[in-house]
């Protein structure tokens, strides 16, 4: 089993940066796809970011692209995603999760549906 929390949430103005940090203990992630996602206030969680195990292929959200940097340090069994630029609109709660199905494949899933393991959150709050 694999638990993953999250942490680096939090408050920041308009174009200013966060970085989460997404950290497993249970086994280790190292040979999993993972993925950022997010639910905003009121609406249905969303695709953000993933990476491959190796670290190869990334994908990204069109919200994202170029604002949005999804890395891992499997050393650390440590998944992160730095947000750079942030809007008002990227106001969520955002999670990460581990695709185990995606072993040691340089592929990733871009569906909640497809992981197996969540966190339980951190909050995002960008104040215009």
């Known amino acids: 089993q694999v638990q993953l929390v999250e942490s680096g949430g939090g408050l920041v103005q308009a174009g200013g940066s966060l970085r989460l940090s997404c950290t497993a203990s249970g086994r280790t992630i190292s040979s999993y796809g993972m993925g950022w996602f997010r639910q905003p206030p009121g609406k249905e969680r969303e695709f953000v970011a993933a990476i491959s195990w190796s670290g190869r292929y990334l994908q990204y959200a069109d919200s994202g692209k170029g604002r949005f940097t999804i890395f891992r340090d499997n050393a650390k069994n440590t998944v992160y995603l730095q947000m750079n630029s942030l809007k008002p609109e990227d106001t969520a709660v955002y999670y990460c999760?581990?695709?185990?199905?995606?072993?040691?494949?340089?592929?990733?899933?871009?569906?909640?549906?497809?992981?197996?393991?969540w966190g339980q959150g951190t909050q995002v709050t960008v104040s215009s």
């Open positions: 999760a581990a695709d185990a199905r995606t072993l040691y494949s340089d592929y990733v899933e871009i569906v909640p549906d497809e992981y197996d393991y």
